[in-house]
């Protein structure tokens, strides 16, 4: 009896050995893939402010877009292939094939006004540091790290460093908790 008891606790050492490993081999790879996680919303983050110039011209851009669509008199558009009624089916008008690439432009604008607001949103964590200006000079100028410190008269290695402690301050504000490792 001695011996079957002796050897059912072995096993219960050697399963929870096993449970022990698994859990911290399970602990570290969610401690790298949240580091990893983390690389990503910082670049993701720089995607969105690098894009946040282009997306405020293609609202303008857009708005021409329309206006220039309101003042033109409905005609047949050879750009229109979306509309089509290849094989039957509904047949459009002019007018209804004119406002329908109206609102295909007031979709594009909502899409990218929201990016913008979400942006502008997140800005408003760092927009009272001191080193903000690195934020406009970088993302939305496209200056690089040399020219940015010989405005601001430092190092390049502090513009970076500023720089990044923003941009991490900016992706806990548009991604939360998912940002923060």
């Known amino acids: 009896m001695a011996a079957k008891e ?3 606790v072995n096993i219960q050492k050697i399963i929870e050995q096993a449970v022990d490993k698994a ?31 282009e997306l405020r011209n293609n609202i303008a851009k857009y708005n021409l877009d329309i206006k220039d669509l309101r003042c033109e008199s409905p005609g047949r ?7 089509s009624t290849h094989g039957g089916g509904i047949k459009f008008t002019e007018e209804e094939i ?7 432009l007031q979709k594009k604008i909502y899409r990218d006004q929201t990016e913008i607001d979400e942006i502008e949103f997140a800005l408003e964590a760092v927009q009272n540091d001191e080193y903000y200006p690195i934020i406009e000079m970088r993302y ?20 970076r460093r500023n720089k990044n402690r923003m941009i991490r301050r900016i992706a806990v504000k548009l991604y939360g908790a998912q940002a923060v490792c």
């Open 98 to 104: 004119q406002e329908a690439r109206i609102m295909i």
């Open 6 to 8: 002796a050897k059912e």
């Open 140 to 159: 939305f100028k496209g200056m690089k790290d040399d020219k940015i410190a010989e405005i601001v008269s430092c190092d390049p290695s502090t513009i």
């Open 23 to 53: 859990v911290k081999a399970t602990m570290f790879l969610g401690a790298d893939q949240a580091r990893t996680e983390t690389k990503n919303l910082f670049k993701q983050t720089e995607i969105r402010l690098y894009a946040y110039s």
């Open 77 to 83: 558009s050879k750009d229109i292939a979306s509309f």
